[in-house]
Nanobody, 121 residues
Framework: QVQLVESGGGLVQAGGSLTLSCAAS????????MGWYRQAPGKQRELVAD???????NYADSVKGRFTISRDNAKKMVFLQMSSLKPEDTAVYYC???????????????WGQGTQVTVSS
């Protein structure tokens, strides 16, 4: 029943801005981590940023100072505001939600379908 749907990807020139949105539906435990990952051609998928239900944020060094992650718990959404975009930011961006309601219990991990972000030079 859990689904994640990303939107906001597209083509933008270097130095431009873009905002990605992810809407979650279904039963998701209230305590969770929502984040964004990306995968460029020929590269491994990497964490871009994530944010806990308590508001703690984590950023990859490559995007720190340029990207901002935020969430709306009531709407079960997570956003990624991207500024000063560079060609190396080009990748498929994936929304992710993780939860572990009990340390000894199952870990839940959900992924969106991905949205393409292309930054031209």
């Amino acid at each position: 029943q859990v689904q994640l749907v990303e939107s906001g990807g597209g083509l933008v020139q270097a130095g431009g801005s873009l905002t990605l949105s992810c809407a979650a539906s279904g039963s998701i435990f209230s305590s969770n981590v929502m984040g964004w990952y990306r995968q460029a051609p020929g590269k491994q998928r990497e964490l871009v940023a994530d944010i806990t239900s308590g508001g703690n944020k984590n950023y990859a060094d490559s995007v720190k100072g340029r990207f901002t992650i935020s969430r709306d718990n009531a709407k079960k959404m997570v956003f990624l505001q991207m500024s000063s975009l560079k060609p190396e930011d080009t990748a498929v961006y994936y929304c992710n939600v993780r939860s572990n309601p009990a340390a000894w219990g199952p870990r839940y991990d959900y992924w969106g379908q991905g949205t393409q972000v292309t930054v031209s030079s």
